[in-house]
């Protein structure tokens, strides 16, 4: 098992590689030093190049740009470093060992091998694993595009590397291709699960195994499904963590929030933390309840995650309510929970938490939470003060105003409305921008035009293209070829 984390940086990864002295009296020190890694593209026809804003950077001509860094070790001290390719479909590898800056590997999954005439393209989410074996495997999740580029939809992949020195020795095994999102992996031994939701039909979170080394995989079964009135509220309704195995025993673990059965499509505000349990390696599980929020309280900022100290067995789980920080803990593989210990007391001042990750070894447990400015200066924009839609997909700054800010709101992460807000003031006040206009479903992104401040962009889940070129005075309503669903995102240049 090893640690990760996922940061959104802006063009290479920053990794701190680090060496630990020991002295004869048993004295030691730390010493850190950091190295940018680039990934590299060949962008011969595509019409892309490196922006002015990276210019004297030190950035080379045919990086690839990338964001939300992981890392992972293997027994023997392999690593591996991955990053989802900006410019490029393809996640970046880097392997190496402890301590030492790894050398680039490749750009992996650039394309997916599909089912029929399809476009498969991989490098929208990742995550990275040692078997104790010394395979390298990377799940990832793949945008698929039909034959007429007017459709596309999600599905997830593990390419396995058998040589993490040697990129010749990947394979890639699609598992599903139905519309799903966000992977996560975990091994014990040589048996490997991966799990992922299902965000075509019913947000189920479902689970894949494999007893031979990544090779081969088969579904069992999902964690959410044949728990009562607890799948009622999870159905439709959930984000999930990482999926854990317990290294030294049979248990496998699940951790998600979920809602209730009343807020379904109405509210992505999760107040409850369940983590589900199974000894058989996923064939059944059982789901049990860590702790329960009052209603409208969400808990799922990003996702909430687990670990489990493998030299105790105590599992830990890990979730925030944008404020505070809370971790729970069980020494009975998951059965009962601790009450929440709140760790981000000393840190009182906090506005805004978010992105808790966990480890743990030896009784001693670390948090890591993602905040601004250090968490020193935060502000809650409270956007609920303005508007009826409280659910925000994306947020931009104006490249024109580093005061004015864009915000694409809407009742739920799957919804029929949505709306663009506007601050003037740094997010002090908002006010509704977009005029004469009507969503069909949530308000996924906006962009500001680059060159010209009165252009303004938004796109809707369903393909809606709406837009103003005088400064939200008036605004006109294309779409996107019928049939398609699923738009995540909108770009102006």
Same mark, same amino acid.
């Given at each position: ?24 009296? !048993? ?6 030093? /950091? ?8 962008? %011969? ?50 392997? !190496? #060992? ?19 005439? $399809? ?11 040692? #078997? ?20 596309? +939809? ?17 394979? %890639? ?35 894949? +195994? ?9 579904? @069992? ?13 999870? %159905?439709?309704? /959930?984000? +999930? ?46 789901? /049990? ?24 067995? #105590?599992?830990?789980? @890990? ?32 506005? %805004? ?36 839609? #409280?659910?925000? $997909? ?40 977009? $005029? ?58």
């Amino acid at each position: 098992m090893r640690v990760r984390t996922r940061l959104l940086l802006p063009l290479g990864i920053a990794i701190a590689a680090f060496a630990l002295s020991v002295s004869i009296a !048993g004295a030691s020190t730390t010493s850190f030093s /950091n190295q940018t890694l680039f990934g590299t593209w060949d962008p %011969t026809g595509s019409g892309l190049t490196i922006g002015p804003a990276f210019s004297g950077s030190g950035t080379p001509p045919n990086s690839s740009g990338d964001s939300e860094p992981a890392i992972a070790f293997a027994d023997d001290g392999t690593m591996a470093v991955d990053g989802l390719g900006w410019l490029p479909f393809q996640v970046n590898v880097w392997t !190496g #060992t402890f301590g030492s800056t790894p050398s680039y590997f490749g750009g992996l999954d650039q394309v997916v091998p599909s089912h029929g005439n $399809r476009l498969t393209l991989g490098d929208e989410d990742a995550d990275i694993e040692f #078997t104790s074996a010394g395979t390298m495997l990377l799940a990832d999740l793949n945008v698929i595009f039909n034959p007429n580029f007017n459709n596309a +939809q999600l599905g997830v992949d593990v390419t396995r590397c058998t040589d993490p020195s040697d990129a010749s020795s990947c394979t %890639t095994t699609v598992l599903d291709q139905t519309n799903s999102d966000r992977p996560w992996i975990t091994h014990r031994g040589t048996t490997v699960w991966v799990s992922y939701h299902d965000s075509g039909n019913s947000s189920l979170i479902h689970v894949q +195994q494999s007893t031979d080394d990544g090779r081969t995989w088969h579904k @069992v079964s999902s964690p959410i499904t044949g728990q009562g009135p607890d799948t009622g509220k999870a %159905t439709f309704n /959930n984000d +999930q963590g990482p999926i854990v195995a317990d290294p030294n025993s049979d248990y496998l673990y699940d951790v998600y929030a979920s809602g209730i059965q009343q807020s379904k499509s109405h509210s992505a505000h999760f107040n409850n933390i369940f983590v589900s349990r199974s000894t058989d390696g996923g064939k059944t599980w059982e789901a /049990n309840l860590v702790h329960s929020a009052p209603i409208g309280t969400a808990l799922n900022n990003i996702f909430p995650s687990m670990t489990v100290d493998q030299t105790t067995g #105590t599992v830990y789980a @890990v979730w925030t309510d944008s404020h505070t920080v809370w971790v729970s803990s069980s020494t009975d593989h998951g059965k009962t929970w601790t009450s929440p210990t709140d760790v981000s007391t000393n840190a009182a001042d906090l506005a %805004t938490t978010l992105m808790p990750w966990v480890a743990a070894r030896g009784g001693k447990v670390d948090v890591v939470f993602r905040s601004s400015d250090k968490g020193e200066h935060w502000e809650d924009m409270e956007i609920g003060r303005f508007s009826p839609l #409280t659910y925000g $997909r994306d947020i931009r700054t104006s490249p024109h105003d580093a005061k004015v800010m864009y915000a694409a709101l809407s009742p739920a992460a799957r919804s029929t409305d949505g709306s663009v807000y506007r601050s003037d003031d740094v997010g002090k006040t908002w006010t509704r921008f977009d $005029r004469g206009i009507k969503a069909d479903a949530t308000m996924m992104g906006v962009v500001v035009h680059p060159k010209d401040p009165n252009q303004v962009y938004a796109v809707s889940r369903v393909g809606q293209i709406f837009g103003t070129q005088d400064g939200g005075k008036s605004w006109s309503e294309s779409r996107l070829p019928e049939g398609v669903r699923d738009a995540y995102c909108v770009a102006a240049g």
